[in-house]
């Protein structure tokens, strides 16, 4: 069974960081391609930040300079590295592939207090 498993959110003051995880639950190899959502209460869901097979990332306006994609190929696990961290980052988030759009995680809270 396909899986993918958000992990690493957290309660952090405004200005402070946070990493989260997107384990997959089989062989990802080298080029599994991978976005990471957020959404709000009350808000749409928004596209955070990507990383598609070729290793090409892609960032949200909001957050470009302050997270970090990167895939760790050994673990099977892709992570979003989040610094400077505003109140407005504050959100479920959610990481899913393209290759299996109907494969979502239960994703991992984000608190960002100010």
């Known amino acids: 069974q396909v899986q993918l498993v958000e992990s690493g959110g957290g309660l952090v003051q405004a200005g402070g960081s946070l990493r989260l995880s997107c384990a997959a639950s089989?062989?990802?190899?080298?080029?599994?391609?991978v976005t990471w959502y957020r959404q709000a209460p009350g808000k749409q869901r928004e596209q955070v930040a990507s990383i598609n097979y070729g290793g090409i990332t892609n960032y949200a306006g909001s957050v470009k300079g302050r997270f970090t994609i990167s895939r760790h190929n050994a673990k099977n696990t892709v992570y979003l590295q989040m610094n400077s961290l505003k109140p407005e980052d504050t959100g479920k988030y959610y990481c899913?592939?393209?290759?299996?759009?109907?494969?979502w995680g239960k994703g991992t809270q984000v608190t960002v207090s100010s």
């Open positions: 089989f062989s990802t190899s080298d080029t599994l391609p």
């Open positions: 899913t592939s393209p290759w299996y759009p109907s494969v």
